[in-house]
């Protein structure tokens, strides 16, 4: 029988913030002693003067193609419409006319539950680059030049997602709903930050960009990001998702593994698997 993963009682940082107690709780099952440091916090927009735009324009019918990148972002628009608009019923009846593109199965979900069916669902990962091949696989059914295509955004602009759009000669809206912002308690950041700076976390999780950027930027608040990017050098540095990847790779961080699947259980699995062989390598006798 082979023998169960186990992190052997090292530290292990997780940043997630919604499902923080899940992921640590994941932690313990493998034997790791989690540090709960959530990141960030979505925040509506100080004003939502585009999406009610977006919500009067989609009623009549003035697009060709709807993006929605996030369920939550989702099912947040649906509640701005129907809370500030009282539009909820022609919203949802136009919705249905209009072709709609989703990157993953949360905003299927959310559409779902009102009736309505997205035409095209990105496969697994769920990366806007799948959305962008899938769209290219039903080019003769919906060209993209010319076409008026809304996108749903979520936290901060996608801006490959944007120029690969551009590029095959849509006529974007960008359709801001939620952003992210750094939790109102940062101490449990600091404290990851001066735990990364001091030696005491041997693994780290990151399961979206905005965990690495707020990390970086904490650290650049206590004067202490130079510490904490030597302090990556120093652990297994496991992250989910190409987004995620790509942001860690563009701040110099390398990455010790992706999972399998991305899934925060095969993360968490895999990281276990492995993490006992590879920190030795990375943490040399004579450092």
Request: zero cysteines; aromatic letters at 4%; hydrophobic letters at 50%.
């Given at each position: 029988?082979?023998?169960?993963?186990?992190?052997?009682?090292?530290?292990?940082?997780?940043?997630?913030?919604?499902?923080?107690?899940?992921?640590?709780?994941?932690v313990e099952s493998y034997?790791?002693?989690?540090?709960?440091?959530?990141?960030?916090?979505?925040?509506?927009?100080?004003?939502n003067t585009e999406a009610l735009a977006f919500a009067d324009?989609?009623?009549?019918?003035?697009?060709?193609?709807?993006?929605?990148?996030?369920g939550v972002g989702t099912r947040?628009?649906?509640?701005?419409?129907?809370t500030v608009r009282g539009q909820r019923d022609p919203f949802i009846a136009a919705l249905k006319r209009i072709p709609i593109a989703v990157r993953g199965p949360k905003p299927t979900t959310v559409l779902r539950e009102i009736g309505v069916t997205p035409w095209l669902q990105a496969p697994e990962p769920?990366?806007?680059?799948?959305?962008?091949?899938?769209?290219?696989?039903?080019?003769?059914?919906?060209?993209l030049r010319a076409r008026r295509v809304a996108v749903q955004e979520y936290g901060a602009p996608n801006p490959e997602l944007l120029q690969a759009l551009h590029e095959r000669g849509a006529l974007l809206t960008r359709v801001p709903i939620y952003q992210w912002a750094l939790p109102e308690d940062v101490e449990p950041l600091r404290q990851a930050c001066r735990s990364l700076v001091d030696g005491g976390v041997d693994v780290v999780l990151l399961t979206t960009a905005t965990q690495v950027t707020h990390l970086l930027q904490v650290a650049g608040q206590m004067g202490l990001e130079e510490g904490v990017r030597a302090g990556f050098g120093r652990v297994m540095v496991a992250s989910i998702g190409p987004t995620t990847s790509e942001t860690l790779r563009a701040e110099g961080i390398a990455i010790d593994m992706e999972p399998s699947h991305p899934k925060m259980g095969f993360l968490v699995r895999e990281a276990a698997e492995r993490a006992?062989?590879?920190l030795p390598a990375k943490r040399p006798a004579s450092a």
């Open positions: 029988m082979a023998q169960h993963p186990n992190f052997g009682g090292l530290s292990v940082l997780v940043l997630e913030s919604r499902r923080a107690k899940e992921l640590a709780s994941i034997g790791g002693r989690p540090i709960i440091a959530p990141s960030m916090r979505e925040i509506p927009l100080e004003t324009a989609v009623i009549r019918l003035e697009f060709d193609l709807i993006v929605l990148l996030t947040a628009l649906l509640d701005l419409v129907d769920n990366t806007w680059r799948e959305l962008m091949t899938a769209l290219d696989q039903q080019s003769d059914q919906m060209p006992p062989a590879l």
